[in-house]
């Protein structure tokens, strides 16, 4: 199945999209050297107006389990092809766990990762049926290039909006109360992937030029960091 669609080139990509044959680690530089404290244990906590907040892991993990393959499409204009990811829907979470307990409506929710990096959707984006809170890849454990323990892929959208080491989310009332990470105009507050929608008040065809020169030193940068944490590791801490 995988191999199917990695060979599949009549598949046309999303405007802009290319093909690499790897899957880098891959973030905005300031995460390059940042890494998860929690790797092995799902740590999440959940925030909601009105809600006290609660740790929803042993819930979540007694949800049942969702397999998706779908492609992931980095806003700088790199597609990989064919991922097998595995997890919890995004969808179940929220109806089972989040639902019961809310009151008021949500404008917004926020997904924030281990190293500080965080993104938002509206909440119907992530009901989607392909949205995961995914803590498995191809057949094995998240590492820690893709996110361990746990992250989100919501496929259709831009990479930005997949948080890795994700270990909270909160549900806003308000959308204007989040400040998204970077410039204002690299954040869509929806970036989904077949309407090219890389970012704010710059068209994507635009944004592809801008941000294509800067996919190799960046998958550079994040490879040396994590080769550097590793050698650290090895020695029995930094
Ligand atoms: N916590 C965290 N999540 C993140 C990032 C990051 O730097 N930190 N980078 C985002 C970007 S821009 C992309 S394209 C994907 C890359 O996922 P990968 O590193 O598994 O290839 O993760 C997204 N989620
Ligand atoms: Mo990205």
Redesign the pocket.
């Known amino acids: 199945m995988t191999a199917s669609i990695v060979c599949g080139m009549t598949d046309t990509l999303p405007p802009g999209q290319r093909e690499i044959r790897d ?6 530089t300031p ?2 050297k ?1 890494f998860p404290r929690e790797l092995h244990r799902v740590s999440l906590r959940l925030e909601c107006a009105g809600v006290e907040p609660f740790a929803p892991e042993a819930e979540l993990a007694a949800l049942p389990r969702f397999e998706i393959t779908r492609d ?1 499409h ?3 204009t790199w597609t ?1 092809r064919g991922l097998t990811w595995s997890g919890w829907r995004f969808r179940d979470f929220h109806e089972r766990l989040v639902a019961p307990r809310l009151s008021g409506t949500t404008a917004l929710v926020v997904l924030r ?5 965080h ?1 938002s959707l509206p909440l119907e984006d992530l009901l989607a049926e392909d949205v995961l809170l995914a803590d498995r890849l191809d057949g094995a454990p998240l590492t820690i ?3 361990a323990p746990l ?1 989100l892929v919501a496929p259709a959208h ?9 270990h909270r989310i909160e549900y806003r009332a308000e959308a204007e109360s989040y400040r998204p990470v970077g410039l204002r105009f690299m954040a869509h507050p929806r970036a989904r992937v077949a309407l090219e929608e890389r970012g704010q008040w710059i068209p994507g065809w635009v944004l592809r030029r801008l941000y294509r020169p800067l996919i190799a030193p960046t998958v550079k940068r ?1 490879r040396r960091e994590m080769e550097r944490y590793r050698a650290a590791d090895s020695r029995g801490g930094t």
């Open positions: 899957f880098p680690r891959f973030g905005l995460f390059a940042r992931f980095c806003v700088t990989r990762g281990q190293d500080g990096a993104s290039e893709h996110g992250r831009y990479g930005y909006k997949s948080v890795k080491h994700l994040f």
